[in-house]
C-alpha cells in the first residue's frame, strides 16, 4: 500500500525544500518514503509517499500543512508480483523476453539499501541536531541515605503495600541503569531542594501517593517514564515537581534559551488549565508559565501572551499548539522535558497526528513522561514513537477496573422511565451535602436536563464541548466553591477534571464504551474519600452488559440478575 498525493506544481518547491532539506525532514520525522513525479498535467506534481500506514498518515498530514492544500489524495495497492512460470524442460514453454514487464509502483518498493541509506541520514541529522543545541542535563537525584538502606525485600514490600506498584523496562528497552527505589517521604525525595519542600509544605500534604513514591527517583534520574495509572492518583504532581527542577539545573540560562524548557500536552481545556493551576500552587524562582488551548482566547492573542511572558512552562492542547507552530509564534527545539498527559485520551479524542506533527522538532535527547489510565496498543506505540529505554510504572493492575472507594449501583429499567427515576431521586433522595455529575451521552440532552432542571427550581450547572469556555470555567468554579451541587456533563469531564469532592455520579446514560464508565466512576472516591456510582442501564445499553459484568466482579460489587440476562439476548 501507498498514498498518492496530487498537488500543484508551484508548491512542489516548497515541499522539497532548499537543496531537498524539507523532503529528506518530512521522511525522517515521519519515517516514510516520499517521491516526487511529474504529474498528469502541467499544474500537478505527484507526491507518493511509501511506508508503514501510521507513517504515510504522517508524511501526508506534514505535506499538506506545507502545502494548505492537496488537490487529489488516494490510496494505492501494490499488485502482487505475478507467480513463476514452471518451466517443464529445456526449451519448453514459451520464449523467455528479456524485457522485464513491471508495474510502476515497483519502481518505488523499498529495498534494504534505501532502509540503510534513511537510517544513516536520520542518525546523521539527529547527530547535526543535537550537536547544534546546548547540552542538558536530566539526572540530577541525591538517593537519601535513608533510601539507599533499604534492600531488595523492603523496596519489594512498599511496592505491594502502596497499591501494588510494579516498575520495569518496557519490552524493547535496553536495561541500561538499576530501576530506583521508591520513596517514602516527601524529604526522601526533596531533601536537596529546599523550595520544592517549602512549597509542598504549604499545602499540607501528610504523604506522597504510590505513583509520586516511584515516579520522583526515576524521573530525577534521568529516566523516560509511562505511569499508568487510574485519575485521581497523583500524577501531575509526579511530574510537575521534577520539571521544576529541570528548569533550574539545565547549564544554558533561561534568558539564553529559545522557547519553554518543558512542554506538557492535555486532551482538554478543562485539563490544561487544571495542571495550569496546579502547577502555580508550586512555582518559584521566577518560573513562568503559560496555558494555551482552544476556545475562549484567539491564537493571536495567545502568541501575544508567549511573547510578552517567554514561559518556561507550557501546557497546551494538542490542536492550539499546533495554530502556534503554524504561525510560528512558539518554537520547541530548546524543549528538553515533554509530558504528554491522559495519553489514552488524547487519541481518543483524534489527537495522534496533531502530536506528532507539532513534536517532530523537539530535540531528539529530550526527557519524557507519559500518562496513561489505560495501556492499549496505541498508547503504547505513542510511548515507543517518542520514549527512549523507558520505565514503566503501574500502580494496580493494567486491566480495566474501578477504583474500591467506590460503591456502585446498576439499576436495569426502561429508557422512558429515566427521566421520573432522577427528578424522584434528586427531589426525595439525594442529600443536601451531596456532590453530583450527572454524566449524559449528547449535548443536546445535556442542554434539555439543564433546562428541566431549571424548571423545577433545582439548581445546577452543565459543561459539554459546545459551551463557551468561559461558561465551562464558571460552571467548574460554581462546583468546586459550593454555589451549586450538581453539574450535568458530557464526557467531556470524564477525565482530568478534579472537584476533590464529588460524592455521586449518576450515568444517566450510559457512555459508548466501556473504558469511559471507569473514568465516570472515577469522579469520586478520589484522594482516600469513598463515594458512589448509580448506572441507569437500559436494553439499549446491554451490549455493554458483558464488560460491564466484568468490571463489577473485579471490584466485587452487586450485579443485578438482569445484567446477566442481557447478556444471553
Request: include cysteine; charged fraction near 20%; glycine fraction near 6%.
Amino acid at each position: 500500500m501507498s498514498t498518492l498525493l496530487v498537488i500543484e506544481s508551484a508548491k512542489a518547491g516548497l515541499v522539497i525544500g532548499r537543496g531537498g532539506a524539507t523532503i529528506k525532514n518530512i521522511q525522517h520525522d515521519s519515517g516514510a518514503i516520499v517521491k516526487m513525479t511529474d504529474g498528469d498535467t502541467a499544474d500537478t506534481q505527484n507526491v507518493k509517499i511509501i511506508g508503514s500506514e501510521d507513517a504515510q498518515r504522517l508524511a501526508s498530514g506534514m505535506i499538506e500543512k506545507i502545502t494548505g492544500k492537496i488537490l487529489r489524495s488516494e490510496i494505492i495497492s501494490t499488485p502482487p508480483p505475478p507467480p513463476r512460470r514452471q518451466t517443464r524442460g529445456r526449451g519448453m514453454g514459451r520464449p523467455r523476453s528479456n524485457k522485464r514487464d513491471t508495474s510502476p509502483l515497483e519502481t518505488f518498493s523499498i529495498s534494504n539499501e534505501i532502509w540503510e541509506e534513511i537510517v544513516r541520514e536520520n542518525k546523521q541529522r539527529n547527530l547535526e541536531i543535537l550537536q547544534s543545541l546546548p547540552p542538558i542535563i536530566k539526572d540530577f537525584y541525591v538517593e537519601h541515605n535513608q533510601v539507599k538502606a533499604m534492600s531488595d525485600e523492603e523496596v519489594q514490600s512498599f511496592r505491594t503495600a502502596q497499591n501494588g506498584i510494579t516498575v520495569q523496562y518496557i519490552d524493547g528497552a535496553e536495561c541500561l541503569r538499576p530501576i530506583p527505589k521508591p520513596i517514602k517521604t516527601f524529604q526522601h525525595a526533596f531533601s536537596s531542594y529546599p523550595n520544592i519542600m517549602k512549597v509542598i509544605k504549604k499545602q499540607n500534604f501528610a504523604t506522597p501517593s504510590p505513583i509520586q513514591c516511584q515516579a520522583w527517583p526515576i524521573i530525577m534520574s534521568g529516566h523516560d517514564l509511562i505511569a499508568i495509572a487510574q485519575t485521581g492518583t497523583g500524577k501531575t504532581l509526579a511530574y510537575i515537581l521534577p520539571a521544576l527542577i529541570h528548569i533550574l539545573k539545565q547549564p544554558t540560562p533561561r534568558n539564553e534559551r529559545i522557547g519553554p524548557s518543558v512542554m506538557i500536552l492535555g486532551p482538554t481545556r478543562e485539563l490544561v488549565l487544571q495542571i495550569h493551576d496546579e502547577i502555580t500552587k508550586y512555582l518559584h524562582s521566577n518560573i513562568k508559565l503559560v496555558c494555551v488551548y482552544g476556545g475562549g482566547v484567539s491564537t493571536q492573542t495567545h502568541q501575544q501572551l508567549i511573547q510578552a511572558e517567554k514561559p518556561d512552562i507550557v501546557v497546551a492542547t494538542p490542536g492550539r499548539l499546533n495554530d502556534l507552530i503554524g504561525i510560528q509564534a512558539i518554537k520547541l527545539e530548546h524543549v528538553s522535558y515533554l509530558v504528554l498527559d491522559e495519553a489514552d485520551r488524547m487519541l481518543d479524542m483524534g489527537f495522534k497526528n496533531q502530536i506528532e506533527l507539532s513534536l517532530r522538532h523537539v530535540r531528539p535527547d529530550k526527557q519524557t513522561i507519559l500518562t496513561s489510565a489505560t495501556w492499549p496498543i496505541a498508547v503504547q506505540k505513542l510511548a515507543n514513537y517518542f520514549a527512549k529505554n523507558p520505565l514503566q510504572i503501574t500502580v494496580g493492575s493494567l486491566d480495566l477496573s474501578t477504583v474500591n472507594t467506590v460503591a456502585q449501583k446498576i439499576i436495569v429499567l426502561k429508557q422512558n422511565q429515566k427521566e421520573a427515576w432522577l427528578y424522584d431521586f434528586i427531589s426525595n433522595t439525594l442529600s443536601k451535602n451531596d456532590k453530583v455529575i450527572i454524566f449524559m451521552r449528547k449535548k443536546t440532552s445535556v442542554d434539555q436536563m439543564f433546562e428541566y432542571f431549571n424548571s423545577k427550581n433545582i439548581k445546577c450547572r452543565s459543561i459539554h464541548g459546545g459551551k463557551l469556555q468561559a461558561d465551562r470555567e464558571t460552571s467548574l468554579a460554581d462546583m468546586r466553591n459550593g454555589v451549586v451541587s450538581i453539574l450535568i456533563a458530557t464526557d467531556v469531564a470524564s477525565r482530568g477534571i478534579d472537584i476533590h469532592d464529588i460524592s455521586l455520579v449518576i450515568n444517566y446514560d450510559f457512555p459508548v464504551n466501556i473504558e469511559e464508565y471507569v473514568h465516570r466512576v472515577g469522579r469520586t472516591g478520589r484522594a482516600g474519600k469513598t463515594g458512589s456510582a448509580i448506572t441507569l442501564f437500559t436494553d439499549y445499553d446491554k451490549f455493554n452488559a458483558s464488560p460491564l459484568i466484568g468490571v463489577l466482579e473485579k471490584s466485587k460489587q452487586p450485579i443485578p440478575p438482569e445484567l446477566y440476562k442481557m447478556t444471553t439476548q
